[in-house]
T-cell receptor, first 114, second 114 residues
Framework: GENVEQHPSTLSVQEGDSAVIKCTYSDSASNYFPWYKQELGKRPQLIIDIRSNVGEKKDQRIAVTLNKTAKHFSLHITETQPEDSAVYFCAASNMFNSGYALNFGKGTSLLVTP | DAGVIQSPRHEVTEMGQEVTLRCKPISGHNSLFWYRQTMMRGLELLIYFNNNVPIDDSGMPEDRFSAKMPNASFSTLKIQPSEPRDSAVYFC????????????FGQGTRLTVV
């Protein structure tokens, strides 16, 4: 099955700096790559996603890049703010072979200090 | 829509007891997922259903775990007998079972087995 590796496990940045979280996946047939944000004590919620036919997608201060050849994708957060502090999960899915189930990385705990 | 609804929110039980977690997916969603979250293992996919049919239960850790979806609006995850290592947050999520679609998570059930 799909194996998703995520790095780093913890990340601390100062407010205003950028944060980058990287993920690799094992199944070359995976074609959907969402990112979820989980605030302390709350449920994971989708913040951005990218499909396999797209190399980059941006939404205000967050962007995601995908390198299909290398089988890795990254989340970029610019101009970080304290409210960005949370655990971020990447995920991969092969919609054709494994249905609609998401396989998650282990998460990155991001701390943005004022 | 109230979103994905899970009950109970918290459960404390003694080792050896049976535990039943419940989930009501978003109306109209026909894919349902059960995830387990721990610090060590992150978000693990336990089982998922499409149109009430279990598609992949390879993530279910042992025979002590079972899941059912008797109809489109209700699913249960049962642990019998429970063990302390089952302590975790259990999330149910649902999606519309089509390509590139968001999975919506419930609030989770925090299970503590003592």
């Amino acid at each position: 099955g799909e194996n998703v590796e995520q790095h780093p496990s913890t990340l601390s940045v100062q407010e205003g700096d950028s944060a980058v979280i990287k993920c690799t996946y094992s199944d070359s047939a995976s074609n959907y790559f969402p990112w979820y944000k989980q605030e302390l004590g709350k449920r994971p919620q989708l913040i951005i996603d990218i499909r396999s036919n797209v190399g980059e997608k941006k939404d205000q201060r967050i962007a995601v890049t995908l390198n299909k050849t290398a089988k890795h994708f990254s989340l970029h957060i610019t101009e970080t703010q304290p409210e960005d502090s949370a655990v971020y999960f990447c995920a991969a899915s092969n919609m054709f072979n494994s249905g609609y189930a998401l396989n998650f990385g282990k998460g990155t705990s991001l701390l943005v200090t004022p | 829509d109230a979103g994905v609804i899970q009950s109970p929110r918290h459960e404390v039980t003694e080792m050896g007891q049976e535990v039943t977690l419940r989930c009501k997916p978003i109306s109209g969603h026909n894919s349902l997922f059960w995830y387990r979250q721990t610090m060590m293992r992150g978000l693990e996919l336990l089982i998922y259903f499409n149109n009430n049919v279990p598609i992949d239960d390879s993530g279910m850790p042992e025979d002590r775990f079972s899941a059912k979806m008797p109809n489109a609006s209700f699913s249960t995850l049962k642990i019998q007998p429970s063990e302390p290592r089952d302590s975790a947050v259990y999330f149910c999520a649902s999606s519309a079972a089509r390509r590139y679609t968001e999975a919506f998570f419930g609030q989770g059930t925090r299970l503590t087995v003592v």
